[in-house]
């Protein structure tokens, strides 16, 4: 928000003279403060205080309105953007995120290195935040908003804690003020009390709270972005730019991971990498394989096609500093030798082309058809992408067609259904003979078209399992215009016993 | 087994696995002739149409084109520029089957724009072991001229491949393309005769054709044995009408220039 208002540099200017900044919302009906900086708390001014006590304190008070939803988009940014840190990222509320760093911290030197490089560059971005670093989240969450120091140490939250408001137990006003009603005002008054009465009395929620910050209790957490089954990075001293850096360090990562895969007996199916850029943004690319795929040329040559498809829609700034590969789904991989023996259907070469096409141009525009047993023409097919046609068996379409729609002996000559469908049956006007007769002449498309042969009708009645009571049956004609165009037509409705006035559509276009 | 027979056997699995190349026959006689023993496979060729009614024609003439190559087994990649697909519709996996082409071996690719769809057909011919590339376009886009579609033909020559452009609403075009077939829709039956839903029959020009003489003929499909057969002709009151006289032809060996192109079917109001 400062931003929008100062410019970029709005954080290297000092502004005393400014007047302070509060967000306001409407809360119960009134207009108050929802949180201000640290300039208008030296003045007085108080969150949950209304608007106009706070303006009798400091008439040029600064007031913008809360946006929730930009928030949450802003927090989920910066949960993304500690994806550089750990993969396991987690929302906290609507102000908080928890980063389960297990594991990670060696990577930065250690857990004080991490917290100070973590603080500084989201400084460096314009946010103040405070860190915590705890064996639980529940004790973390508990040293950040409450507590002096940074990092507890292992074990040791029950000393840490002691101290600290009951709110930093996560628990809600109304208890913390019930229970400071009976003496109870800091987490270690709780420590040393029996347990059973404290539950009788304030219900299974406190003592859950107390044992998570504690570590009695396990709580999960629930990362925002998948875990990767791998994750491969690089971090650069000196940000890069270039398309080419990106893609040969994408290379380098693929050849890194190639022993894990080989070891694990995996191929890559899907994979995405993530770019992170000096000033926070964070891009995400993916790519799928329409079979597993391990070689890093074959990886890299994905990734080639799909920035090649950003074109300039990937704005690399300043550079980016860490960039990431990460598996996202593996399969196993086929251990193929090919044989001297065996035909050669370059079966392989069109994977790899299916696979380019659809980085470049996008998984769903590569497409095939997928059946389903039914009637209604418009139904019985769909155009499925060829990269998740795979993993979708469960669906009602399915990879083969049912039996009842291909050619019966009867029609092994003639044709019974058109070669183009429309989209959409399209309206036309006809004159027909009532009841069922085919159309005499018909204008589709603004032009006239006379009948000069016809074959017809073949009925195809609704779905009413589908379409409920009261749809329409369709009665289809097989139509040859004077020049010899074959059309397929349909009347909608029955005459008389459906409906009065039946619409005629055109549907199909014979070869 | 001697080890003779063995080699024998060896080198006929090559033979028959090797890259395939030379001619499909379509199965009309007098077409094979003219175009010295079939369709060159590794090449690019040319299907249009005058009318987005007739898009349907010129594909089941090009699924036949493509039946006769005999790749039975390849998959058919078909690339279908954004402009066509507003008022042409989809292939219908019944109707393909009819015509006895496997729809399973479709794969559709529907790219952006006209740029994205010559990129992805170029990168489909340069893949091995497809049966064919399609590329439906719409009218006469200046992007697809002589250089991209000779690209296209270079690119079907080294590997073998067969590659077609298939123009709907479109006039006829110079460019590098082998042959160029123009269809329309053609009477299936004289008026008042018995009729019954007929095989695919086409009216069918060879407007172009690099290594030899052109012609114009009515054509057939032959849905059991996939084969194109030469149908009897029809005699149209209504195409006689129309034309009072038989059409009459600049020079005697190439078909007349193409008909103006569109067709105006609703004059404005006269106020």
């Known amino acids: 928000m400062a931003r929008r208002k100062w410019g970029k540099s709005w954080r290297l200017k000092p502004r005393p003279e400014a007047p302070p900044i509060a967000v306001v919302d409407t809360v119960k009906n009134t207009v108050r403060i929802v949180a201000c900086d640290s300039h208008a708390t030296s003045h007085g001014i108080k969150i949950d205080q209304t608007l106009s006590d706070a303006r009798a304190l400091v008439p040029d008070l600064e007031c913008t309105q809360n946006r929730p939803e930009e928030m949450k988009a802003l927090l989920a940014s910066i949960c993304e953007w500690c994806g550089r840190y750990t993969p396991l990222v987690a929302l906290c509320g609507t102000d908080g995120l928890f980063l389960d760093i297990s594991g990670c911290t060696h990577l930065f030197g250690g857990e004080a290195p991490l917290i100070a490089d973590l603080e500084h560059r989201l400084k460096a971005q314009g946010f103040s935040a405070r860190a915590a670093i705890a064996d639980t989240p529940g004790a973390a969450w508990a040293m950040a908003r409450y507590g002096r120091f940074a990092i507890i140490a292992p074990g040791r939250q029950r000393e840490a804690l002691r101290d600290l408001p009951l709110a930093a137990l996560r628990l809600n006003e109304g208890l913390v003020s019930d229970l400071a009603q009976l003496g109870f005002k800091t987490v270690g008054c709780l420590i040393d009390v029996p347990r059973a009465p404290l539950a009788r009395r304030f219900g299974q929620d406190l003592l859950r709270l107390f044992d998570r910050a504690m570590g009695d209790d396990d709580e999960v957490l629930s990362p925002l972005m998948p875990v990767a089954e791998l994750t491969s990075e690089k971090r650069f001293s000196e940000p890069i730019v270039h398309e080419d850096d990106i893609l040969g360090t994408i290379d380098r990562l693929a050849t890194s991971m190639l022993p894990l895969l080989q070891r694990r007996g995996l191929g890559v199916r899907r994979c995405e990498i993530k770019l992170f850029r000096v000033d926070g943004q964070v891009f995400r690319l993916a790519v799928n394989a329409s079979a597993p795929v391990r070689a890093p040329k074959r990886i890299s040559a994905l990734f080639r096609e799909r920035l090649a498809a950003l074109h300039d829609d990937l704005d690399a700034g300043f550079g980016f500093d860490v960039l990431r590969l990460d598996i996202l789904h593996a399969e196993a991989f086929d251990e193929a030798q090919a044989s001297f023996d065996a035909p050669r259907n370059h079966e392989d070469e069109q994977r790899v082309l299916i696979d380019r096409l659809g980085a470049r141009l996008g998984t769903d525009r590569i497409r095939q058809f997928g059946f389903a047993d039914t009637h209604i023409p418009e139904r019985s097919f769909d155009l499925l992408p060829v990269l998740q046609a795979s993993s979708r068996t469960g669906s009602s379409l399915r990879g083969t067609m049912p039996a009842s729609v291909l050619m019966s002996e009867e029609t092994a000559h003639g044709l019974t259904r058109p070669l183009l469908l429309l989209r959409q049956p399209e309206p036309v006007e006809a004159i027909a003979p009532v009841p069922d007769g085919p159309p005499i002449r018909f204008r589709w498309r603004k032009a006239l078209y006379e009948t000069r042969h016809s074959e017809g009708p073949e009925r195809i009645a609704c779905e009413w399992w589908r379409d409920g009571r009261g749809a329409y049956s369709r009665d289809y004609f097989q139509v040859e215009d004077m020049a010899g165009h074959r059309f397929w037509l349909f009347r909608h409705g029955l005459y008389e016993r459906e409906t009065d006035a039946p619409r005629w559509y055109m549907h199909g276009l014979f070869p | ?271």
């Open chain 2, 1 to 271: 087994m001697s080890s003779q027979r063995r080699i024998a056997d060896l080198s006929g699995i090559v033979r028959a696995h090797a890259p395939v190349s030379g001619r499909a026959p379509l199965g009309a006689e007098v077409v094979d002739r003219l175009l010295g023993g079939g369709l060159v496979r590794g090449a690019l060729h040319e299907v249009r149409c005058d009318h987005a009614r007739e898009i349907a024609a010129a594909s089941g003439f090009l699924i036949g084109l493509i039946e006769r190559l005999h790749a039975s087994s390849g998959r058919v990649v078909w690339v279908v520029d954004p402009a066509t697909s507003f008022d042409a519709g989809t292939l219908f996996p019944q109707g393909l089957a009819q015509i006895g082409f496997d729809p399973a071996r479709l794969v559709h690719v529907l790219p952006h724009d006209l740029a994205t769809a010559l990129w992805a057909a170029d990168e489909a011919v340069k893949c091995r072991g497809l049966a064919a590339v399609v590329l439906q376009i719409r009218g006469n886009p200046a992007r697809l001229d002589l250089t991209a579609t000779r690209r296209l033909m270079l690119r079907a020559q080294e590997n073998g491949g067969f590659a077609c452009v298939l123009r709907q609403s479109a006039e006829a075009q110079a460019s590098a393309a082998v042959t160029r077939w123009h269809v329309r829709a053609e009477s299936s039956a004289p008026p008042g005769a018995l009729w019954t839903p007929p095989a695919p029959r086409w009216r069918v020009t060879l407007e172009k054709n690099r290594e030899g003489r052109t012609g114009e003929w009515s054509l057939a499909w032959n849905s059991e044995c996939k084969v194109f057969e030469h149908a009897p002709e029809i005699r149209s009151e209504t195409r006689s009408a129309e034309n009072s006289g038989p059409r009459l032809y600049p020079s005697a060996e190439r078909p007349g220039g193409a008909a103006q192109m569109g067709q105006v079917v609703a004059f404005e109001a006269a106020s």
